[in-house]
């Protein structure tokens, strides 16, 4: 079939196959192109079809030959429905990988449930014996814990007071005031229940008690801070209240792996266009003008290379994983460099509906976002035929 991009709101409800596919491939000729790091050999990825999880996939598996068990929540296509772009990513990287002569399977299904892991460990134990590497990259609106069976819901609200700031509708390219009212104190545990860190604990206990841990094994989850202008709705939002916990978890998670000599981390990553970043409010107007300073600067960087950078330079840094002082790896350097923080400080208070294609990138995050579901991407015969029907190789 011939397949459009169908956009609501934040979302496009169509993804496509080639669009897909040949973001994979720039990712895998990017990871190649860097050469070789000298990194884990097994490696478990949860949350690995799109954005950082995916992109650390692709660095572990050409950047240093890794066999990769990814872990997502994906809908496959139906005959006149195309699946979600997760899925053709993870068809895409697994061919590719395939083909390269490296292992590369996946399980698709809900990470935050019992079954998953035990799955995961099962697979673990019969292709790879131990994983040295587990990165967990999950972003949800809800999880169901299930200890308690109690269904979460995520908000992204601030705390104690309303938010009002510009924010920009980045299909219209409309600059208007939103006020966000403050959240409830409930509001806030069901936020960090969803995207704190209990779900990583539980997967690290569960495959630590598995024995399929390799000694010295090492996990990484993911973080955010930023600047201060969307501190009230994100870092000391809801969110941040989920990203303080996860942050507290790599401690409590080190402390459980003495028995192998693990270690936990949390990297604190540049902010990118993906599917999650899109339905935060405030968000996509800061984003825009980032980017536009930084491709003027010439260190803009996307998942991929944010990755390379993770491996090469940080984890598996010859010297030692260097940290900030509360032990978090950085890779929002570039972004919270002061030259680049008073730039965009200064420009969000010149930004309005008619200032915004000149001063901001509002076309590079449309790109971005249309590429996240596979389409404007160069090199994609969009009227060509496509058959929408695509088998994930490695899938278990
Ligand atoms: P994403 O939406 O691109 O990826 C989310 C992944 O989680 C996908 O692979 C999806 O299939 C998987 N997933 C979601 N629910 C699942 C479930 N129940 N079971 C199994 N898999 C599930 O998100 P993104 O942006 O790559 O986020 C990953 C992490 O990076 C998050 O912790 C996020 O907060 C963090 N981060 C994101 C930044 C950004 O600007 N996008 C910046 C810094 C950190
Ligand atoms: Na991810």
């Known amino acids: 079939m011939i397949i459009e991009p169908r956009i609501r709101g934040f979302i496009c409800l ?17 990871t190649k192109s860097k050469g070789t790091i000298n990194g884990a050999k097994k490696v478990l990825v949860i949350g690995a079809s799109t954005g950082f999880g995916l992109a650390s996939r692709i660095t572990s598996a050409f950047g240093s030959n890794a066999a990769t068990i990814g872990v997502y929540f994906e809908k496959p296509a139906q005959p006149g429905k195309t699946a979600s772009p997760g899925w053709y990513n993870t068809a895409a990287f697994e061919q590719q990988a395939q083909a390269a002569g490296l292992y590369a399977k996946s399980i698709n299904g809900d990470a935050f449930s019992n079954e998953i892991k035990e799955k995961t460990i099962d697979l673990i134990k019969a292709d790879l014996g131990q994983v040295d590497l587990v990165i967990y990259s999950i972003a949800s609106p809800v999880r169901t814990n299930p200890v308690t069976g109690i269904t979460h819901r995520s908000v992204l609200k601030p705390i104690g007071q309303t938010f009002t700031n510009k924010t920009v509708d980045f299909h219209t390219g409309v600059v208007s005031t939103i006020s966000i009212e403050p959240c409830t104190e409930e509001d806030i545990a069901n936020t960090v229940a969803v995207m704190g860190g209990e779900d990583w604990d539980m997967w690290m206990e569960a495959l630590n008690k598995a024995g399929v841990l390799a000694p010295g094994a090492t996990t990484v989850a993911y973080s955010y801070i930023g600047p201060d202008l969307t501190e009230p709705v994100y870092r000391k939002g809801t969110i941040g209240r989920a990203k303080d916990h996860l942050e507290a978890t790599a401690s409590v998670i080190t402390g459980k792996l003495g028995n192998i000599g693990g270690k936990a981390y949390v990297s604190v990553n540049k902010a990118l ?3 999650a970043s899109s339905a935060i409010p405030v968000i996509p107007l800061y984003i825009s ?18 990755m390379q950078r993770l491996f090469a330079q940080r984890l598996y840094f010859s010297g030692g994983v260097p940290t900030d002082d509360k032990g978090r790896i950085r890779i929002d350097d570039w972004e919270m460099r002061t030259d680049v923080q008073d730039q965009v400080a200064a420009l969000w208070k010149e930004a309005t509906t008619e200032t915004l294609p000149a001063i901001g990138d509002l076309e590079g995050y449309k790109t971005d976002f249309y590429n996240l579901f596979g389409f404007k991407v160069n090199g994609v015969d969009y009227t060509a035929d496509t058959d929408e029907m695509v088998e994930v190789p490695g899938l278990v």
């Open 289 to 306: 003008l980032l980017y536009k300073v930084m491709k003027e600067k010439g260190i803009h960087e996307g998942c991929i290379e944010q």
């Open 273 to 275: 266009v993906t599917q």
């Open 14 to 30: 169509t993804a496509h196959p080639k669009g897909c596919e040949q973001n994979v491939i720039n990712q895998i000729n990017y």
